[in-house]
Nanobody
């Protein structure tokens, strides 16, 4: 199983970025997925999550109204549209698939390698 993030970069405050997470390698598909971020010197925090069908989403209070999580199961890809970015959004953003079925009654938690988002003031 692989989770590969892309779309990070340097953007000015008020700008937008769209992150992608391409998931592969699971014969059973991907269930609940999420985006996390970790800023320097801080703990990793949940940014947003989405159900398998995409009908249920959840956001951290700090990003509500600015970020939108979505997924395209046909492409096994999850997205994070980030608008109105501020310097406080600067972090490494990680894709997470916490319950990937790997066999009978077996599940594993997977992480991507992360993509850097830097917002300049």
């Amino acid at each position: 199983v692989q989770l590969v993030e892309s779309g990070g970069g340097l953007v000015q405050a008020g700008g937008s970025l769209r992150l992608s997470c391409a998931a592969s390698g699971s014969a059973f598909g991907f269930n609940f997925m999420a985006w996390y971020r970790q800023a320097p010197g801080k703990q990793r925090e949940l940014v947003a999550s989405i159900s398998r069908g995409g009908d249920r989403t959840n956001y951290a209070d700090s990003v509500k109204g600015r970020f939108t999580i979505s997924r395209d199961n046909a492409k096994n890809t999850m997205y994070l549209q980030m608008n109105s970015l501020t310097p406080e959004d600067t972090a490494v953003y990680y894709c997470n698939a916490p319950d990937v079925k790997t066999g009978p009654n077996m599940w594993r938690n997977y992480w991507g390698q992360g993509t850097q988002v830097t917002v300049s003031s």
